[in-house]
């Protein structure tokens, strides 16, 4: 190559002059139009022209002249179209060499500068031309077309990205997104991205978002949607990971405001059930309940006590495969949560027409139980009633009134000794305390640890039990298809459990066998009863309408509406909804607790040892009950049962994370 040559060379996308003062072989040493010195490749070389001049120019001379060249060829680039120019030679099929491009368009006498411009036209060329072995080609139109199409979406995807990095940056610093569909589009990615992260399906989209609008933070989506008002802080995303129903329909709704509403609804037990207005029940629920599904009743008799066991009918107001019903279905159970409660009816019917409101008349399923003294069950019936609550009382005011009411002292008497039977059967008592969780407006956390081992709550509970039981005998003796809760014995033998300490109860109730939905009645092993099911709370739990509808079928002398295939099709629903409800329980309930330490980081607690691992130990918090784990710390070790002082370090409760320390 002769020396004192104007070149022209790619640097990133853009194309610029040089100056060639020395031939290297390989490289070629330029002054750039940017007045830099540079060696240079010559595979990045697009155009060569003859220069001697520019040695005799001094160098601020030689650069100005460079710039003077780049700006003619741009202004000559401009005029070129290459669309019809290709549209010229497309149906020849040949390969061109640039200078010859630059005749047909320019006609003969072409100048170095047409040809350059033109070469940088073609090189920036997105459709019409590929370059191959030192020749250009046209592409084929198919070929045109499609690169055309992809341009396109490729300008509206950076059109869409700038868009979207917009209104994001703008709700990142506090203001409203006004476009209604860009608005509704960017709640969505960034829901999608909060709740299921990198699994989500819009999760590489918003990503690329919210890297345009340089906003990174895996924990940015979350709050954006608090600054847009779509989340609250405290916002429960377990609910959409497992897609729990959280509002009913508006069908259903009408459904239930239209069955509340009708004074006369038919009544297809009426010709069985027995008026029990008369006779004096009590419901006995927490301070906070809103739905009440049992009621209790006690008579003194020749023999002993009659107990009644009183539970709210909803299975008379809509039968199997409505609206109603199939909405409860899905739901399983009611969920009750820290903050909230989902109920599995809709309230207008769980907390009015189906609730036992003191003072209200009610359609119920009825237990009547002979008991002796001793607690033996002598003989029960059981049949479709109608009951008037005379009195509503709280956990709290039985147990106060206990030593002032004989009523109340007798029933607690008589479950104690149901218990006492049931024990002895084989049945054991593990029962944890409960964890109540309080939230005010600021955002403040309350936990309180309630015993419910109280007299009232244990009356209840025996009360329920036997309930239960008995309506699992029934369906046993007369052959009917149900479903039956089951449990085998423990894989180990318990331990003895001393006072109530907190150790020996998480070892047992580990020991413990799952409690299993069966077709086939078999032994409850934890409650020490040979069959048992659920029926005391139809308004919370889609089961106990199952066995309330075949119980009043048998009952009425009607056939069951349930086949033992039919059983098996509706557990393949409501096993799932129950799995669901559970894990969404726990992970709440860690959630809040979380948040309450992270109100407290610094704080020391006490921390009782479960297990030892070789790397780490499993905790239980007992001030809250609240399990967790810790690195093993170096050269001290503790033994499982033992209570240490931790340190509280940290805790995200979105995040699911709690770093605690050794004291």
């Given at each position: 190559?002769?020396?004192?040559?104007?070149?022209?060379?790619?640097?990133?996308?853009?194309?610029?002059?040089?100056?060639?003062?020395?031939?290297?072989?390989?490289?070629?040493?330029?002054?750039?139009?940017?007045?830099?010195?540079?060696?240079?490749?010559?595979?990045?070389?697009?155009?060569?022209?003859?220069?001697?001049?520019?040695?005799?120019?001094?160098?601020?001379?030689?650069?100005?002249?460079?710039?003077?060249?780049?700006?003619?060829?741009?202004?000559?680039?401009?005029?070129?179209?290459?669309?019809?120019?290709?549209?010229?030679?497309?149906?020849?099929?040949?390969?061109?060499?640039?200078?010859?491009?630059?005749?047909?368009?320019?006609?003969?006498?072409?100048?170095?500068?047409?040809?350059?411009?033109?070469?940088?036209?073609?090189?920036?060329?997105?459709?019409?031309?590929?370059?191959?072995?030192?020749?250009?080609?046209?592409?084929?139109?198919?070929?045109?077309?499609?690169?055309?199409?992809?341009?396109?979406?490729?300008?509206?995807?950076?059109?869409?990205?700038?868009?979207?990095?917009?209104?994001?940056?703008?709700?990142?610093?506090?203001?409203?997104?006004?476009?209604?569909?860009?608005?509704?589009?960017?709640?969505?990615?960034?829901?999608?991205?909060?709740?299921?992260?990198?699994?989500?399906?819009?999760?590489?989209?918003?990503?690329?978002?919210?890297?345009?609008?340089?906003?990174?933070?895996?924990?940015?989506?979350?709050?954006?949607?608090?600054?847009?008002?779509?989340?609250?802080?405290?916002?429960?995303?377990?609910?959409?990971?497992?897609?729990?129903?959280?509002?009913?329909?508006?069908?259903?709704?009408?459904?239930?405001?239209?069955?509340?509403?009708?004074?006369?609804?038919?009544?297809?037990?009426?010709?069985?059930?027995?008026?029990?207005?008369?006779?004096?029940?009590?419901?006995?629920?927490?301070?906070?309940?809103?739905?009440?599904?049992?009621?209790?009743?006690?008579?003194?008799?020749?023999?002993?006590?009659?107990?009644?066991?009183?539970?709210?009918?909803?299975?008379?107001?809509?039968?199997?495969?409505?609206?109603?019903?199939?909405?409860?279905?899905?739901?399983?159970?009611?969920?009750?949560?820290?903050?909230?409660?989902?109920?599995?009816?809709?309230?207008?019917?769980?907390?009015?027409?189906?609730?036992?409101?003191?003072?209200?008349?009610?359609?119920?399923?009825?237990?009547?139980?002979?008991?002796?003294?001793?607690?033996?069950?002598?003989?029960y019936t059981l049949f479709p009633s109608l009951i008037r609550v005379?009195?509503?009382?709280?956990?709290?005011?039985?147990?106060?009134?206990?030593?002032?009411?004989?009523?109340?002292?007798?029933?607690?008497?008589?479950?104690?000794?149901?218990?006492?039977?049931?024990?002895?059967?084989?049945?054991?008592?593990?029962?944890?305390?409960?964890?109540?969780?309080?939230?005010?407006?600021?955002?403040?956390?309350?936990?309180?640890?309630?015993?419910?081992?109280?007299?009232?709550?244990?009356?209840?509970?025996?009360?329920?039990?036997?309930?239960?039981?008995?309506?699992?005998?029934?369906?046993?003796?007369?052959?009917?298809?149900?479903?039956?809760?089951?449990?085998?014995?423990?894989?180990?033998?318990?331990?003895?459990?001393?006072?109530?300490?907190?150790?020996?109860?998480?070892?047992?109730?580990?020991?413990?066998?799952?409690?299993?939905?069966?077709?086939?009645?078999?032994?409850?092993?934890?409650?020490?009863?040979?069959?048992?099911?659920?029926?005391?709370?139809?308004?919370?739990?889609?089961?106990?309408?199952?066995?309330?509808?075949?119980?009043?079928?048998?009952?009425?002398?009607?056939?069951?509406?349930?086949?033992t295939k039919d059983l098996e099709v509706v557990l393949s629903t409501?096993?799932?909804?129950?799995?669901?409800?559970?894990?969404?329980?726990?992970?709440?309930?860690?959630?809040?607790?979380?948040?309450?330490?992270?109100?407290?980081?610094?704080?020391?607690?006490?921390?009782?040892?479960?297990?030892?691992?070789?790397?780490?130990?499993?905790?239980?918090?007992?001030?809250?009950?609240?399990?967790?784990?810790?690195?093993?710390?170096?050269?001290?070790?503790?033994?499982?049962?033992?209570?240490?002082?931790?340190?509280?370090?940290?805790?995200?409760?979105?995040?699911?994370?709690?770093?605690?320390?050794?004291?």
């Amino acid at each position: 190559m002769d020396n004192y040559q104007v070149v022209e060379f790619f640097e990133g996308r853009k194309i610029y002059c040089a100056f060639v003062g020395d031939d290297r072989g390989d490289r070629l040493h330029v002054i750039t139009e940017q007045n830099r010195e540079v060696n240079l490749p010559r595979k990045r070389l697009i155009h060569t022209t003859p220069w001697s001049a520019g040695a005799e120019l001094s160098r601020h001379e030689l650069v100005e002249h460079l710039k003077a060249i780049g700006r003619r060829r741009e202004a000559l680039k401009q005029e070129i179209n290459l669309e019809e120019l290709w549209e010229l030679l497309v149906d020849e099929a040949e390969d061109y060499i640039i200078a010859d491009l630059a005749r047909l368009w320019y006609g003969d006498g072409v100048t170095s500068d047409q040809i350059a411009a033109l070469g940088r036209a073609l090189y920036e060329d997105r459709f019409f031309f590929r370059y191959k072995g030192g020749l250009w080609q046209p592409h084929p139109p198919e070929v045109v077309a499609n690169l055309k199409e992809h341009y396109r979406r490729e300008l509206e995807r950076r059109q869409e990205m700038e868009t979207a990095a917009v209104w994001l940056k703008s709700a990142w610093e506090g203001q409203d997104i006004t476009d209604p569909a860009w608005k509704q589009r960017l709640v969505e990615v960034l829901r999608d991205m909060a709740v299921y992260g990198s699994a989500g399906e819009l999760y590489e989209l918003g990503k690329a978002y919210l890297e345009e609008a340089k906003l990174g933070k895996p924990d940015t989506p979350f709050k954006l949607l608090l600054k847009l008002g779509v989340f609250v802080p405290d916002e429960n995303l377990d609910l959409y990971r497992y897609e729990a129903p959280q509002e009913f329909s508006p069908e259903v709704q009408d459904a239930a405001l239209r069955l509340s509403t009708r004074p006369d609804h038919p009544d297809p037990y009426a010709s069985r059930r027995v008026d029990l207005t008369d006779l004096k029940t009590f419901t006995i629920d927490g301070e906070r309940t809103r739905d009440f599904d049992d009621a209790l009743s006690l008579e003194r008799t020749p023999q002993g006590w009659r107990l009644g066991v009183h539970i709210t009918d909803v299975t008379s107001y809509y039968p199997p495969g409505d609206l109603l019903d199939l909405s409860a279905l899905e739901r399983g159970t009611s969920l009750y949560l820290p903050e909230r409660r989902i109920p599995m009816l809709p309230e207008t019917l769980s907390e009015n027409t189906f609730s036992l409101l003191a003072q209200e008349t009610r359609r119920a399923l009825s237990f009547l139980v002979n008991v002796s003294e001793a607690g033996e069950i002598l003989d029960y019936t059981l049949f479709p009633s109608l009951i008037r609550v005379h009195q509503r009382l709280t956990y709290h005011e039985v147990d106060f009134r206990m030593g002032q009411e004989e009523n109340l002292a007798a029933l607690h008497r008589l479950t104690i000794r149901l218990r006492e039977r049931r024990l002895r059967h084989g049945g054991v008592q593990l029962q944890f305390p409960d964890v109540l969780i309080y939230t005010d407006a600021q955002g403040d956390v309350r936990v309180e640890i309630e015993d419910t081992e109280t007299p009232s709550h244990e009356m209840v509970s025996e009360a329920m039990i036997l309930a239960n039981y008995l309506g699992a005998h029934y369906l046993s003796e007369a052959g009917l298809p149900a479903l039956y809760r089951s449990q085998a014995p423990p894989r180990e033998e318990l331990a003895p459990v001393e006072g109530k300490s907190l150790f020996q109860l998480w070892q047992n109730r580990r020991r413990l066998s799952r409690v299993l939905l069966e077709l086939e009645p078999q032994p409850h092993w934890g409650l020490g009863l040979p069959v048992y099911t659920t029926l005391s709370s139809p308004i919370r739990r889609y089961l106990d309408v199952i066995i309330h509808r075949q119980i009043l079928a048998a009952l009425s002398e009607q056939p069951p509406p349930y086949s033992t295939k039919d059983l098996e099709v509706v557990l393949s629903t409501l096993e799932p909804a129950l799995r669901r409800a559970a894990i969404l329980k726990t992970r709440r309930l860690r959630y809040w607790l979380l948040k309450y330490l992270s109100q407290r980081l610094g704080q020391k607690l006490p921390a009782l040892v479960l297990e030892h691992h070789p790397n780490r130990y499993r905790l239980l918090l007992p001030d809250i009950l609240l399990e967790t784990e810790m690195p093993a710390p170096s050269g001290r070790q503790f033994n499982p049962g033992e209570t240490i002082l931790i340190r509280l370090d940290r805790a995200i409760p979105q995040e699911d994370v709690l770093k605690i320390s050794l004291v």
